[in-house]
């Protein structure tokens, strides 16, 4: 069974499912955002190895941040969430985030405390990823490390991928119409060299290598975070069960994900295909049934009608 036919559920080796008989162990990353200090570095190395064009440098006027998303020409965005909340008095001996305080004061007329979430985003490499399961021309394929990646020179801008993506994260080039997102530095992956933005990285906040072993060290990491106090601390999309399988590209928040700009329950948009064709393959049938009834009923009628 290929991945384009296992459209949901546990699948442990999405890169053998999809054709790669001897793959090596899937790989991708783990960003942790509390040592994420929005240098940018990851998003400057990014545009720089894949030849990215410039994508506006427009500030939002809101915020630090130039680049706003994720986009066909931004591949790292590294967001800048500015938050403020009341005050509230740490347990003895424990850490209490935000540690900046702030001269003004929080809604309810307490003293409140000033802090900047920063996260580097990037493209999940879902396990069940729906903007390949849509893509009419093979643009989109699961390498053999277990990412996706589009081929721009077969991208035919047809768009499907760009609704498909339950994170919003691919999209169609103005004046091009092509699709574009991140790929992992496939070819540097292929090289046996890490991806450009990991290995620019100052404080490694975004760490890369064999999925499984992400795992564990982001089990360990959280682990350490609350036995500090950081209670908030927790991981988005390492699960394997979870509405796209798990992703490839998992983050430590300190948040909700929602505070982030990420869905809290993703699910991969062509989980009920099935189904959706097994009904639609019904109602069809009902209906040239109905449609063939119409005519057998009349001549058999009539044939009553002159005995």
């Not at 890490?194 to 060290?217: H, M, N, V, W, Y």
């Not at 449609?291 to 009923?297: D, G, M, Y």
Request: glycine share 12%; charged share 20%; net charge negative.
């Amino acid at each position: 069974m290929t991945d384009r036919h296992l459209l949901s559920g546990t699948e442990p080796d999405p890169a053998r499912d999809a054709g790669h008989p001897q793959p090596p162990p899937r790989v991708g990353f783990f960003t942790d955002t509390s040592v994420c200090i929005g240098c940018k570095a990851c998003e400057v190395a990014c545009k720089e190895w894949n030849a990215i064009p410039e994508d506006g440098l427009s500030l939002t006027g809101m915020s630090y941040d130039n680049t706003q998303a994720l986009g066909a020409s931004t591949w790292r965005h590294v967001a800048f969430i500015e938050q403020q909340k009341p005050q509230v008095p740490a347990p003895e001996g424990r850490t209490q985030l935000p540690l900046v305080e702030a001269e003004s004061e929080a809604p309810g007329g307490e003293p409140g405390e000033l802090r900047w979430l920063m996260s580097s985003d990037v493209c999940k490499h879902c396990t069940h990823a729906a903007c390949l399961d849509v893509c009419p021309t093979g643009s989109l394929f699961r390498t053999e490390f277990g990412t996706v990646v589009v081929q721009e020179d077969i991208c035919n801008g047809c768009g499907y991928c760009v609704p498909a993506c339950p994170y919003g994260v691919i999209e169609q080039r103005p004046g091009d119409g092509r699709a574009f997102k991140c790929t992992m530095c496939y070819d540097r992956l292929g090289a046996g060299q890490e991806p450009a933005c990991a290995k620019a990285c100052p404080t490694e906040s975004i760490q890369f290598g064999p999925l499984d072993e992400l795992r564990e060290r982001a089990a360990l990491r959280v682990d350490q975070l609350h036995e500090a106090g950081v209670d908030g601390a927790r991981l988005y999309g390492h699960e394997p069960d979870d509405g796209v399988g798990g992703d490839g590209a998992f983050f430590l928040l300190l948040d909700e994900p929602e505070v982030y700009g990420l869905p809290p329950n993703p699910v991969v948009t062509t989980r009920d295909l099935p189904t959706m064709w097994k009904h639609a393959g019904a109602a069809a049938l009902s209906l040239v049934g109905g449609f063939a009834l119409s005519f057998v009923l009349p001549a058999f009628r009539g044939k009553k009608g002159t005995r």
